[in-house]
């Protein structure tokens, strides 16, 4: 096998002169300053490489710097889009379900479970970009509604128009009252996407102690919101409490 090619050959070499130059006190002095004066080329082109190739490493550095950046955001973006409805960027419905047990190893949870009333005809009526506008209106409403209470509430969109709103760590009748502002917020006034049209929707509420499992919750909450919509719609029920 051919040995690695010494990349300072000729380096090596003019620094062998220089040393033969040095140990020799009878050499002229013409010869002392060829050595000296090769010795010297060669070091300037080596100063001269280093600076290049340090120059090239930073900016390579500052390449990688950026690709990075670049790899985070994206890995964030992907995150996100995994994690949250594309169209009202509330979270979905497997981010919903993680979250609810989640919160139910800490503690109490109840559940919000709501349906938009006759949201086929909105859509029948006006087209589904209308239909698209009208449940995006909604998620803004709820957002405001939440955000007037203590304490975090997070919004999912878990069907076409059904959502599922958690509240940690609040009772039943806290988070009875609490669907009730959301029902009134949708209810109260117009959507500007329909022209002076009154959007309704119906709610269940369930709660459950830590520990509980989220599928009851959720089919007690569920359970309630027919209720509401066999009672009339536009209406807020509450479903029986777990019996743990």
């Not at 340090?54 to 900016?59: A, E, F």
């Not at 709610?203 to 007690?220: E, I, K, L, Q």
Request: with cysteine.
């Amino acid at each position: 096998m051919k040995p690695a090619p010494d990349l300072f050959e000729q380096e090596a070499a003019a620094l062998e002169r220089a040393l033969a130059a040095r140990d020799d006190p009878a050499l002229p002095a013409e010869q002392y300053r060829a050595a000296l004066s090769d010795l010297v080329g060669h070091f300037e082109r080596l100063m001269r490489e280093s600076r290049r190739l340090i120059r090239r490493s930073d900016r390579e550095e500052r390449e990688l710097n950026v690709l990075n950046d670049e790899l985070h955001r994206l890995a964030a973006q992907l995150e996100y889009k995994a994690r949250h409805d594309s169209l009202t960027g509330a979270l979905n419905r497997g981010a919903i379900f993680e979250r609810a047990s989640l919160h139910l190893q800490r503690g109490e949870l109840s559940l919000v479970v709501l349906d938009i009333d006759f949201f086929k005809s909105i859509n029948d009526a006006f087209g589904h970009p209308a239909g698209d506008a009208v449940i995006c209106e909604v998620v803004n409403r709820l957002r405001s509604a939440t955000s007037a209470h203590a304490g975090p509430a997070e919004i999912g969109r878990v069907g076409g128009e059904e959502f599922s709103i958690l509240l940690p760590r609040v009772d039943i009748d806290g988070a009875v009252r609490q669907a009730e502002a959301m029902r009134q917020a949708i209810a109260g006034r117009p959507f500007d996407c329909l022209p002076g049209r009154v959007v309704t929707a119906s709610f269940g509420v369930s709660w459950t102690p830590g520990n509980g499992a989220f599928g009851d919750a959720y089919a007690r909450a569920d359970e309630a919101l027919f209720e509401a919509k066999r009672g009339g719609r536009n209406q807020v029920r509450a479903g029986l409490a777990d019996a743990h």
